[in-house]
């Protein structure tokens, strides 16, 4: 059963998509939006799905994942060559979905695949073998006859938009959060925190770890997809460990374990390199110094009272009312 | 003949991965870390060594000493600046920190070299000797004799002087350690401080061995140094000399005689397999976790 506390939680979370969502249709509707700040809407429903589902596997299961782009590469690969095949059969909106359920699965195939490893690993060990094989389905792709090869594979047809990458990114919302408030997911968040005490309890280790991580690499599948539905062009070069990197500066910048921080650490992420672009050369230094002092502060002292004093100022009274 | 030719000079790429994974490997034991910025360290080293020579014009064996104490200095002062902060902290936050470094070292070698790959001079002049049919590139037996001498040198020193026995102390238990009246501060600067300079070596030595270096030249062996580090079971020492050598060896028979392209997917795929068989690496210790 689900305690009415989260499922409140989930709702306010579901809210702030649509909100979000809601607000950026108006500005477009209005002719507020510009083209550019509009070709940044999908790459951010991408992040945001990428995120979600990795913090699954980092911040629930507790367990570090490197090789997010890999899952990523494996279904946008199968999608995009689903889309290409059934380009004269299929209208764009059953091919689409259909697109991206192909991929999402094919990635969850993978995903028991490197999953099996998982099961004996634990730590920089399990890192390790996701960076891996990462890298594997890097070199194998580019050695492939059928994935295009190095130069990549082109003409996948553009049919992904706003729209529905964005209720993809409420259904990955849907489905992740529920599976976290429910007894399944309390059973990897256990294994997080304790997996002795978890195992002795009668909860079996490689089964909710093989959940989490299955679950993961299915939505790193279709969110493979739409990127590769957005771009019409694929090339390996693109999911090498630097994009598994970035998804987990997201989910690690968003706080472990909290999927409203990763959704609004996505955005971010995703719009800050594009706003330092006035920077020019400067951009990458600018932004490497951002990470590094974020994290800092993170973990600085200072700063955490800052933010206990802030909170006590902004909310002094609720807090006080709660105590009693 | 061919076989053994291919075999040597795998050894002296194993031996330039061996060196870095040294690095990783020790301060990942004593900080409990993964330093990403650690394979980036091997780029400025060599392009310390493309300045001194081609710029300023120093002699091969000081512009070698420049380059180390460079990447000393660099290494030690990421960590008092980035790491040092964040000693208590989740892992995870250290790691986002350490690949924030990776990225501002690259960044800064890109504003100040350009984005375009620099040759690196000549700094190994050994010709090639021919035993029979036999070939061993002189740049080869250099980085072999070099590096096997250093990891020699870096056991005694672990093994038998005071600092490396503060530095085992400070990885089993630094609380502990700090209590028997040893700076924990300077042991980790130290660990720091050796590791930096041995990605120097290891630096100089990738250069003459590939003979260009740009800014982004130090991620791909860092992260093969990473794997080599975990391969012979990260924080063990002599795990990482064989870990590397091993690398070394896997990647040059597969490029010789499977696939040039296939060469890093073979390396991981043994890493995976290594892995299943043994989940600590192949010297890595097993830890049985008490309840």
């Not at chain 1, 991206?100 to 073998?129: C, E, H, N, S, T």
Request: net charge positive; glycine share 10%; hydrophobic share 55%.
């Amino acid at each position: 059963m689900k305690s009415n506390k989260a499922r409140r939680k989930n709702y306010i979370t579901y809210a702030i998509a649509v909100g979000a969502f809601a607000v950026t249709m108006i500005l477009i509707f209005t002719g507020n939006a510009s083209r550019h700040m509009q070709s940044m809407l999908v790459p951010i429903c991408i992040n945001i799905i990428l995120a979600v589902s990795l913090n699954l596997v980092v911040g629930i299961l507790g367990e570090l994942s490197l090789g997010h782009a890999g899952f990523m590469s494996v279904g946008a690969y199968a999608g995009c060559l689903f889309s290409i095949y059934m380009e004269q059969m299929l209208p764009a909106v059953i091919r689409f979905p259909l697109a991206m359920l192909a991929g999402g699965l094919v990635a969850a195939v993978f995903g028991i695949i490197v999953g099996i490893p998982v099961l004996r690993l634990k730590g920089d060990y399990l890192a390790i073998v996701t960076l891996a094989f990462g890298e594997i389905i890097r070199s194998i792709i580019i050695n492939l006859n059928f994935t295009g090869g190095a130069a990549g594979l082109k003409n996948t047809p553009q049919d992904a938009t706003f729209i529905s990458a964005f209720v993809v990114v409420l259904l990955t919302l849907i489905v992740v959060l529920n599976l976290i408030s429910s007894k399944q997911g309390r059973a990897i968040m256990s294994l997080r925190d304790n997996a002795i005490a978890a195992e002795s309890c009668g909860i079996h280790i490689g089964y909710y770890k093989l959940m989490a991580f299955v679950v993961a690499a299915f939505f790193a599948g279709v969110a493979g997809v739409i990127y590769g539905h957005n771009y019409s062009i694929l090339t390996a070069g693109t999911f090498d460990y630097n994009k598994s990197i970035e998804i987990l500066v997201i989910v690690v910048l968003g706080g472990m374990g909290s999927i409203r921080g990763s959704m609004i650490a996505a955005i971010v992420m995703t719009v800050l390199p594009e706003a330092l672009r006035f920077l020019s050369d400067y951009r990458m230094l600018i932004y490497a110094v951002i990470l590094i002092v974020i994290m800092l502060c993170s973990a600085s002292q200072t700063v955490l009272k800052l933010k206990e004093q802030l909170k006590a100022v902004f909310f002094g009274q609720k807090n006080g009312k709660e105590e009693i | 003949m061919d076989f053994l030719s291919n075999l040597i000079s795998g050894l002296s790429l194993g031996s330039i991965y061996a060196l870095i994974a040294l690095g990783y490997t020790m301060v990942y034991g004593i900080a409990k870390m993964l330093n990403f910025a650690h394979g980036d360290i091997i780029m400025v080293g060599a392009f310390a060594v493309i300045v001194c020579i081609n710029t300023c014009g120093l002699p091969v064996w000081l512009a070698a000493v420049v380059s180390i104490l460079c990447c000393i200095v660099l290494g030690v002062l990421i960590e008092r600046i980035a790491y040092k902060p964040l000693r208590r902290s989740a892992p995870l936050t250290v790691l986002i920190t350490a690949i924030g470094v990776s990225y501002l070292l690259q960044s800064v070698a890109q504003l100040v070299f350009g984005s375009e790959m620099h040759s690196f001079p000549k700094v190994i002049s050994m010709p090639t000797i021919q035993i029979g049919e036999l070939t061993i590139k002189g740049n080869a037996l250099v980085t072999l004799v070099v590096s096997a001498v250093i990891m020699v040198v870096l056991t005694l020193f672990i093994g038998k002087t005071r600092m490396g026995k503060a530095m085992r102390a400070v990885s089993e238990d630094k609380d502990a350690a700090e209590l028997m009246g040893i700076n924990v501060n300077k042991t980790i600067s130290v660990t720091f401080a050796i590791g930096s300079a041995l990605a120097a070596v290891a630096g100089i030595f990738y250069g003459s061995t590939y003979g260009f270096i740009g800014p982004y030249t130090g991620s791909m062996p860092g992260i093969k140094a990473f794997v080599a580090a975990v391969f012979g079971g990260i924080g063990s020492i002599p795990g990482a000399m064989l870990g590397g050598l091993a690398l070394g060896i896997i990647e040059n028979l597969s490029k010789a005689y499977i696939s040039t392209e296939l060469s890093d997917a073979i390396v991981f795929g043994v890493l995976i397999i290594v892995l299943l068989f043994k989940p600590t690496g192949l010297l890595g210790k097993k830890i049985k976790e008490k309840v």
